[in-house]
Nanobody
Framework: QVQVVESGGGLVQPGGSLRLSCVGS????????MSWYRQAPGKERGLVAL???????VYGEAAKGRFTISRDNAEHTVYLQMNGLKPEDTAVYYC???????????WGQGTQVTVSS
């Protein structure tokens, strides 16, 4: 059974930090590109950060300079370290696993991040 499970969300004050984790199971983790997306109320889901099978990284504009994505294939886990959080970072953060041969995508259920004083 495939599972993609996020954790680590919560309430944090502006300027604070959170580390999100995403554990994948039921599929060959190290053959999937892993990414974090987020969706705020009334907005479309957008890319936060992506890390490929080979370790290449792409950040969305909002994440550049503040967030860091990493992966631990031995632990089947991808992380998102978020520093300098702002109220506009408030959203549900989703983890996605994607491979191309064959084309397969798995999504987690999301974890809520709220940045507020």
């Amino acid at each position: 059974q495939v599972q993609v499970v996020e954790s680590g969300g919560g309430l944090v004050q502006p300027g604070g930090s959170l580390r999100l984790s995403c554990v994948g199971s039921g599929f060959t983790f190290n053959t999937y590109n892993m990414s974090w997306y987020r969706q705020a109320p009334g907005k479309e889901r957008g890319l936060v950060a992506l890390i490929t099978i080979g370790g290449e990284i792409v950040y969305g504009e909002a994440a550049k300079g503040r967030f860091t994505i990493s992966r631990d294939n031995a632990e089947h886990t991808v992380y998102l370290q978020m520093n300098g959080l702002k109220p506009e970072d408030t959203a549900v953060y989703y983890c996605r696993a994607k491979t191309f041969y064959p084309a397969t995508t798995y999504w987690g259920q999301g974890t809520q991040v709220t940045v507020s004083s």
